[in-house]
């Protein structure tokens, strides 16, 4: 019925409305604001205390509401926040679902009146509604509960809540899609006196042609005081280094250089898009701390820094087809490796036979992948169940092809890009390893960029760990195949106490399995049905 009566309003024609109607549906849609807000925090709020989220995975309310119901993080934080209000304050959440008060200036009235002692709280909640229900403005409003709070201020002799200032500290720096940075926070009073120290000593003007104004200059002086800290070297865990520079080099533009194609170059220009999307992403997700830069910007913050390379590269889907025909032909061969392909009697030669076509049921159970009694079925393992899953497996053989070590874009980069780029490869592959080496720790953390639980998870790398897939105690290798960046909760809490299980499929998407198997969670859409 509400979405009905939403979806008439949402259609009908405001301009045909008297504004006598107007003015009632707006108030009428605050009235129904307000009371969805409270149905809402009562309703997250069973929804917590029976913690309904980890059916899903989640770690938090919090983080469901985002993955789950679509909406961001702030939108979720004001969610979350209104359970603690409504349950701290049932005198003003009465007043909403009666249509007496808005939700904004509820959310006042709350936040006056949390400055009280406890005992004063609800009078003061009845007090304030009673007056806003009886038409009092919200300049009134503020100036009773002003009075209250200087009645209800402890007298000389009695003992204030010195933490309670100290909690509510907060600082939230936000990036846009263009990169820029969005800072706003609420400061104890030393922590101002420290800042406003720090930006007046370095916002000084440079002299009579400074026509910068106060604000740019504060700007000026926060940056300047951040680069002097990180160069002192007083941060931790910089190995002595003022910045990290992990430098991403796509592997069309190594072959660019090479040969200056007109191709290639509009292909680096969708890769720029590319760079935008993921500053872009970065912004609303959270990043590991770093800054998305690049051509002079990306020079000039490199000059002093560690420069880790980074090359990449992407699956072409086009060839997929001839690639899986040509992985079931060679499997047809068996232990006869003179096997001619050409000769319509050889089972690699035959398209009609079940090892040379591979829409064939029969190929994902005959030939040697299938029969375990040659060293080749040792060395390969089982076949893949399935073209879908024989098709994931060589996509990620081509992709180790591209990026191992002795492989074609660690050739271009060591060949072409010199100095500091063109060192040796670093190993992504170690076998069973009880520590991680670092280069397969900035590979993973370079792929990754946050908690890949695919339930949705926006933590960044900074406060992520690499979780190997298939435990060392069965096998598992350290490797970038079998490594995945997972936050504290869903590497301990979801993956090892709750015994959700995640996969890293070769296309770079997951997949967790709940432990009895009855819910599967994809970081991706369903896939689109085969013919």
Known sequence: MLAAAMSYLAAADPAQMAAEVQAQCLKGLEQADAAGTVARASILGAFTAGKGYCDDGAYSPRAWLIHHTQVTKGTATRHTGWVRRARAHPRIARAMAAGELTESWARMICGWTDQLPGDCQDTADDILAGAASGGMDLRDLAALAAEMQARAEPGPGDDDDPGRVFEDRAVRLETTFGGAGVLAGDLTGECAAVVRTVLDALSAPRGADDTRTHEQRYHDALEEAMRRLVGAGLLPERAGQPAKVLAHISLADLIDLDTGSELQKTWATRVHAQWAAHRAAASVSGS????????????????????????????????????????????GYGPDHDADPDDPTSPAGD???????????????????????GPAADEIGPAPCGRDALQQAIIGKAVALL???????????????????????????????????????????????????PGGCDQPAAACEIHHTTPQAHGGKTSIEDCGLFCWFHHHIAIHEWGWTVVLNPDGTTTAYS???TKVLHSHGPPRPSG
């Open 288 to 331: 590991d701390g770093g800054a998305w830069l690049e051509a002079d910007a990306a020079k000039g913050f490199a000059c002093d820094a560690s420069v880790t390379p980074i090359v990449t590269g992407e699956v072409n889907p086009a060839v997929l087809e001839d690639l899986v025909r040509l992985c079931v032909q060679l499997a």
């Open 351 to 373: 398209p009609t036979s079940p090892a040379g076509d591979p829409t064939s049921p029969a190929a994902d159970q005959t030939g040697p992948a299938a029969d375990q009694t």
């Open 403 to 453: 990026s191992g070590p002795g492989g074609l874009a660690s050739f271009l980069r060591r060949q072409q890009l010199g100095g500091r780029l063109g060192g040796p490869s670093l190993p992504l592959d170690v076998g069973v390893s009880r520590d991680i080496p670092a280069a397969i720790r900035t590979a993973v953390i370079a792929r990754d960029q946050h908690c890949r639980f």
């Open 515 to 517: 432990p009895d198997r």
